[in-house]
Each structure stands twice: as C-alpha cells, then as structure tokens.
C-alpha cells in the first residue's frame, strides 16, 4: 500500500492518484524496487549488476502503456538508477516516467536517472516525464535525469518532459541518434522560481537521410532562479530539423539560452530561434479588465504558456 506522501507525489508526477490497475509498472521508492508488475507484451527484468531495469516491449506491440514513477520521501537519499528500454519492431508504446522528490529534512536528496532507448525499426514510442518536488527541509531537492535515444529506420519518438515546481538544481542531458525516416520531437517545460538553478542541454544527431526532428523549449523563471538551456542538432545527412527556445524571465532571475545547428551534408535543412523577455503589460491589462487580479492575471498568462 502506498503512503500518503508516495500517493501525493506520483498524483504530481504522473497525474494518477495512485498506481494504475492494469498494464506494467514498476514503482521505485527510497531507492529500492516497492513495486512491480509485467504485462502482456512488456517485460520488466531487474539488472543484477548495477541499480535499475531493462524493459522489453515485443514486436508489434499495440496500446500499451508503462509507468515507471520514482519516489523519495526520505531526506539524505542518493539515488541512481540505470533503465534501458527495448522496443521491438513495430511496436507502439506510451512511457510515462518521472521522479518526485519530498524532502522535510536537513540533508539533500537526490535521484539521477540514466534512461538509454533501443527504438526498433518503424516503432512509436511516446515518453511522458514529470519532475515534482515539495517538503519544508533545509535539504535540497536534486534531479539530474540522462536520456539516451537510438532509433532505428522508419522509429519515432515524442519526449515530452516537464519540471514543475520545487526541484532546487537539475541537469538534464539527451542525447538522440536517428536513422534514416526516423523522426524525434522534444518538447520541454521548465519552471524554477526561488533561488533554483537548471540546465538543459541535447545533442541530436540526424544520421539517415529523411531522419527530422523538432525541438521546443518552453520555459518560466521567477525570482533569482537561473536557466541555462545548450540545444545542438547536428545534420549528417539529407535531413530537416527546428530548434526552438522561449523564455519568460520574472523578478531578478537569469535565463540563458544557446541553440547551436551543425550542417555536414549539402541537402541538411536547419533552422534555430531563441526568444526571452517579460510578460507584456497590455496582455496582463486585457485580462483583468474581464475581472481578474494582475496577480491572477499573471497566474493565467503562465499556465497558458507553459501548457
């Protein structure tokens, strides 16, 4: 039976009150393995040399959905994990993921995730990751994930993560390398607020002729936070890709973006934009002329952005 604080988190991380009925899961607590469940057609294998899990989803697979949440609820945790992800050919698969963090004590707590994906040939994999942090300890809540990605010909994968509030530093590495057709779309949401730091950084190589991708960024940062986002694409081959970075920088903080394109074949088509500023005052002065507060004003504008 989860506890109240483990149920709250994953209601945070993955948007479920608790672990689903149905379908493979595999909950990681306090840095040991609380929970575990195969389905079907996905196999969920402990490692037996070094902390974490390989995950195999058949060929052809349809419909499936796994939920690999982590929780921590202890201060002074340090958790690391290694989860290689299998996806046969042809297979169609929804991954959702993401680590919550609740720390009320006086030392940090910290989980790093080292995820690395074998996307078959013509296989569609869907990956959904929350980062969510909370607790009144003095101890920070620290979160650095690492997301490795090889797909094979004709594979496509949508990564679509997001930071909500109170993770207090994270360093986020992706790395893509995709094969010829394939296509990879990164979406990311970040918001840090207090006296937070964050950094994202990617590398995509497209290596197959026909290979795409489309990266976005979409971030918020308040108060003396600090962001830093380094997107790379590099085109090795005919191929297409758009690197995009909005911010909106509130209060003292420092956001920092850097998006770097890399053409090494004559028909690689690249294209890189970077935006950051403040919200604008006519947008916060239209809404509350239908009645609400700048401050919920504001509140809207945000929400709206980061969605």
């Known amino acids: 039976m989860l506890n109240e604080i483990q149920a709250e988190i994953l209601r945070q991380v993955a948007d479920m009150a608790a672990l689903p009925e149905t379908g493979a899961v595999n909950l990681r607590s306090d840095g040991q393995r609380a929970f575990h469940r195969d389905s079907e057609h996905v196999h969920i294998v402990s490692k037996t040399d070094k902390p974490g899990i390989d995950i195999h989803v058949d060929p052809g697979t349809k419909g499936e959905t796994v939920h690999i949440p982590v929780v921590i609820t202890k201060t002074g945790v340090?958790?690391?994990?290694y989860n290689d992800f299998f996806i046969g050919e042809?297979?169609?698969?929804?991954?959702?993921?993401?680590?919550?963090?609740?720390n009320c004590g006086g030392c940090d707590?910290?989980?790093?995730?080292?995820?690395?994906?074998?996307?078959?040939?013509g296989a569609k994999v869907t990956y959904l990751?929350?980062?969510?942090?909370?607790?009144?300890?003095?101890?920070?809540?620290i979160l650095n994930p690492q997301t490795i990605l090889y797909l094979e010909e004709g594979a496509s994968v949508t990564m679509d993560t997001s930071q909500i509030r109170g993770v207090d530093d994270t360093k986020r590495y992706t790395r893509a390398v995709v094969g010829e057709n394939a296509e990879i779309v990164i979406q990311e949401k970040l918001l840090t607020h207090g006296a937070q730091k964050a950094e994202s950084e990617m590398d995509v190589f497209l290596n197959g002729a026909g290979s795409k991708t489309r990266v976005v960024s979409r971030s918020v940062a308040q108060d003396d936070s600090v962001q830093i986002f380094y997107p790379r694409v590099e085109g090795n081959a005919p191929c297409f890709g758009h690197v995009s970075c909005d911010a909106i920088i509130m209060g003292a903080a420092r956001v920092r973006a850097i998006p770097e394109i890399t053409c090494n074949h004559v028909d690689a088509g690249l294209i890189h934009e970077a935006a950051?500023?403040?919200?604008?005052?006519e947008q916060i002065l239209k809404l509350m002329t239908l009645g609400l507060t700048a401050e919920e004003a504001e509140e809207k504008i945000l929400e709206g952005f980061l969605r």
């Not at 042809?90 to 680590?99: D, H, L, T």
């Not at 707590?109 to 040939?121: L, R």
């Open 109 to 121: 707590s910290e989980h790093d995730g080292i995820h690395t994906f074998h996307v078959g040939k």
């Open 90 to 102: 042809g297979a169609e698969v929804k991954i959702v993921a993401g680590c919550g963090i609740h």
């Open 129 to 141: 990751e929350k980062h969510y942090g909370e607790g009144d300890g003095v101890g920070k809540r």
């Open 78 to 81: 340090k958790d690391l994990v």
């Open 276 to 281: 950051i500023g403040k919200i604008a005052g």
